[in-house]
């Protein structure tokens, strides 16, 4: 069984621990417990990892989050890893801080590197993983929020939250969707 673990994220130093690049923070963390390492490839950082017989294809898009679908596409074709076989990892302005939420697929919400995922895919209909950053900003500072830094209270339940994340990546991978969200929503 062979799966696409997709963090969504922007390349450069001035987005790294951003709330935006969570997605990549997430499949850094699960790489790293895998004994895995990044290198760079065609569109994208890309590991690969195995675990309980699975073999994880873990990408980081290096075209910029608007274009994350560009990757996405190449590497699942590449791979021949099918639309059920995909997650995604990516930040979420209306879920609070302290939530993640699983789904089998579904709106972008907004959501420029989902957008882009489903324009090239041809469908919503593909598992991802929102990771909640919460909404707490001043009207119009939408951007400088998601691309701010966490602060240090915020750290330690974000740290929390991606130990958890790749939990659900270990499961989603193991048992599936459905009963992953039944046991992480």
């Not at 963090?7 to 621990?17: A, D, F, P, V, W």
């Not at 294809?57 to 290096?62: A, Y």
């Not at 701010?148 to 915020?154: A, M, Q, R």
């Not at 740290?159 to 039944?182: A, D, H, P, Q």
Request: net charge positive.
């Amino acid at each position: 069984m062979k799966y696409l673990i997709v963090g969504l994220g922007n390349i450069g130093t001035e987005y790294e621990n951003t709330r935006h690049n969570i997605g990549f923070d997430v499949v850094d963390v699960f790489v790293k417990k895998h004994g895995g390492t990044f290198k760079s490839e065609r569109l994208a950082d890309v590991a690969e990892c195995k675990w309980k017989g699975r073999v994880f294809v873990v990408i980081k898009p290096t075209t910029y989050m608007n274009l994350s679908g560009k990757a996405v596409k190449y590497w699942m074709d590449k791979e021949k890893i099918p639309l059920e076989n995909i997650f995604v990892i990516l930040d979420d302005l209306a879920l609070p801080l302290e939530k993640v939420r699983i789904r089998p697929g579904g709106s972008d919400a907004g959501h420029n590197g989902l957008t882009s995922i489903q324009e090239l895919l041809g469908t919503n209909q593909y598992p991802r993983l929102r990771f909640g950053v919460g909404n707490n900003f001043p009207k119009g500072k939408q951007v400088e929020f998601v691309l701010g830094k966490w602060s240090g209270e915020e750290w330690p339940i974000v740290l929390e939250k991606m130990n958890k994340s790749v939990e659900i990546i270990e499961s989603f991978g193991t048992i599936g969707i459905e009963r992953t969200m039944n046991k992480y929503n």
